[in-house]
């Protein structure tokens, strides 16, 4: 699971918060500092941060915002 980040974002810190109290594995990478995430970020269809990309073995989930509901049905 990769989830892009602003340090700015306080939703990014409920939902990096939210996944180690569950124990979930992560890569975080912050699109404010490093410029190849930021393309990444937006070259995913990504427009606001945390946006998190889930391999699922469908394919890739992309969720949008801190969504509590779709990271648990998905990860737990």
């Not at 409920?14 to 190849?36: A, L, V």
């Not at 995430?37 to 989930?61: A, H, M, Q, V």
């Amino acid at each position: 699971m990769t989830v892009y980040t602003n340090p700015n974002c306080g939703f990014c810190h409920k939902q990096i918060n939210w996944m180690k109290n569950n124990g979930i594995e992560f890569n975080e990478k912050n699109i404010k500092e490093n410029e190849q995430y930021r393309s990444e970020f937006f070259n995913l269809g990504g427009r606001g941060t945390p946006f998190s990309i889930i391999k699922t073995d469908s394919g890739y989930e992309h969720i949008r915002g801190f969504n509590i509901q779709m990271l648990t049905d998905l990860l737990l």
